[in-house]
């Protein structure tokens, strides 16, 4: 695809805040070597991303796939103007994550009761007592914070997310001194109508990102909504890899390829090497043994 034919009101340019090395990878079964992370980071940043979230300080216990952390960081090739940011979900994990020099963290919340319970053994009420000393410990310490809300959609247990919900447990989190909201559908249930009207209710979009999981193959119209609507950040995962490990019905994420592929069309610049990234989704395809789930990866490595 040589040409681009953009649309009206839409971004000139588009932040892909790349989540495959850590969200991509925490559901995998099989443990991935950390020389394996490391080089995969390195192939994302060579391939052109600014923001890569490279690994999350959780408990080993929780998830198994990222208790190599330390030795990850340890490892990386730092590239000047190449952000790494990491999740943590505790004070603990904030303690662990400034002993080795990480200048922006993320936090995980939960749009709804059920998945606060599960995922954080917190109410969504109580979830904040949580993050409130960690954000604050981040910004003393000189670290930028971002947050997640998952289940902005809707939710397995509960179903359809009230977006007044959605809205109150957001801006309690900016309230707080987060510089950047994720509004995830972590099942993939979202559609673009749906995208709009939960962008609108926060009055500005200026402060938003959106993750979308493509269960139902809505993760790109979704993105475009959100373009639409003002949203010049865009959560996805080189491959299409990943999931919930706390939701089973969470597929993968929305695809880097793919999303670069429909943004190129459209004449929207992201600063990202699209047959790089393609090489990179394939070498990791071989060393997690099996093909890449991106429809983009799989039509241009056929091509």
């Excluded at 559908?185 to 990102?209: E, Q, Y």
């Amino acid at each position: 695809m040589s040409r681009s034919y953009p649309m009206r009101d839409l971004p000139q340019q588009v932040t892909v805040y790349e989540v495959g090395p850590r969200d991509g990878l925490q559901n995998e079964a099989a443990i991935v070597p950390v020389e394996v992370k490391a080089e995969f980071v390195d192939r994302l940043a060579d391939a052109g991303h600014k923001v890569i979230e490279t690994t999350s300080f959780v408990h080993p216990r929780w998830v198994p796939q990222l208790a190599d952390a330390e030795e990850l960081l340890s490892r990386l090739h730092r590239r000047p103007g190449v952000r790494y940011p990491v999740l943590v979900p505790n004070l603990r994990g904030l303690e662990r994550a400034l002993a080795h020099g990480v200048d922006e963290i993320a936090v995980f919340a939960s749009a709804t009761e059920t998945f606060a319970a599960k995922n954080l053994n917190r109410s969504l009420e109580t979830q904040f007592d949580m993050f409130e000393p960690v954000v604050a410990g981040a910004l003393d310490a000189g670290v930028r914070v971002r947050a997640y809300v998952s289940m902005c959609f809707g939710d397995p247990w509960e179903g359809d997310t009230p977006i007044p919900q959605v809205v109150a447990v957001g801006e309690r989190l900016l309230g707080l001194g987060c510089y950047q909201l994720s509004l995830g559908d972590t099942i993939g249930v979202g559609t673009p109508g749906h995208v709009t009207a939960l962008i609108d209710a926060f009055g500005s979009p200026d402060r938003l990102a959106v993750h979308f999981h493509d269960t139902y193959g809505q993760a790109l119209g979704n993105t475009l909504a959100a373009l639409q609507a003002g949203v010049t950040t865009v959560d996805a995962s080189t491959g299409g890899i990943g999931g919930c490990p706390y939701a089973e019905s969470a597929t993968g994420n929305l695809a880097t390829e793919d999303l670069v592929w429909m943004l190129r069309g459209l004449g929207i610049d992201t600063g990202l090497d699209l047959d790089k990234l393609v090489t990179t989704s394939t070498w990791l395809a071989e060393r997690l043994g099996r093909p890449s789930p991106s429809r983009v990866v799989q039509a241009l490595s056929k091509g």
